[in-house]
């Protein structure tokens, strides 16, 4: 009867508990080549729903779905959907080994961690799903490397016809997020774009920022990194980071020009994003020149290796 207690009692505990574990077997890869013959055991990612506070845990590809959906138009090339996965997963990798978040390893917010949305609420049709899901599942497991490490796979959305140094954005040299060129995005939808505000306005932002302009002849020349895009800029006798003068003014990308006079100050703009990494427009145009998701990714990030998750 004793035995029988602790048996049930144990049926239960495994019951209750098994859900929390989120085990899933290990899958062993069909790759062709020798180095993917690592059996993939499916990690599970623990991610914040930031509209409703709630945690949910999903298996990592299940989760990518979700990601890539998210993050990049099912119009895409193939190999430009595969390389966005991996990239899309070695981000997660990272944050699996250093969680963004008290309560959960990443978030759904592009803006904090990495968009997501849910499968079941995409609209974008079953074929696209489809179509996404199978990049997701042809590169299952793989991430990229650096010496051994996840690389930390930052990606944007178009850059301005060279990715930019990320020692230029965040000033950290970072081995494998050098300067790429990435030509064939000036004729994507938007690639140059322009703001125009008034003089007032414009002297009123930098001003609370610590300038003390009064002439549009006190907008400097901006200096320039060798991607293009604005390393710095004085202004009023302060000089700003193209990085703050696009946060300022909300600009698509630091990669800008100036213009001024009396009454009105325009910006002209190219790309958009950061600059670091993969430029998601750039690899959908490498996809349609033939490369396959791995060159493309080897393109952005310098020197990495591609490999299953260990
Ligand atoms: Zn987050």
Redesign the pocket.
Known sequence: MKTELICASLLFSAMVFMPCLTYVPAIEEAHPSPAYDIIYEEPSVSV?N?YDGSVFSVPMEEYLLGVVLAEMPASFEEEALKAQSVAARTYTKGKLDSP??ENAD??M?AS??QAYIYPSLYEGGEENLLKVKAAVDDTKGEIMTYENEPVLAVFHSMSAGKTEDAENVWGNSVPYLKSAESSGEESVDRFETSITISFSEFMNKVNSEGAKLSSPSDIGKPLLSDAGYVKSIIIGGKSFKGTEIRSLFSLRSAAFTITADDSLVTFSVKGFGHGVGMSQHGANVLAKEGKSYEKILKHYYKGVDIEIIR
């Open positions: 914040l930031i963004a978040h990443i978030c917010a904090c961690c």
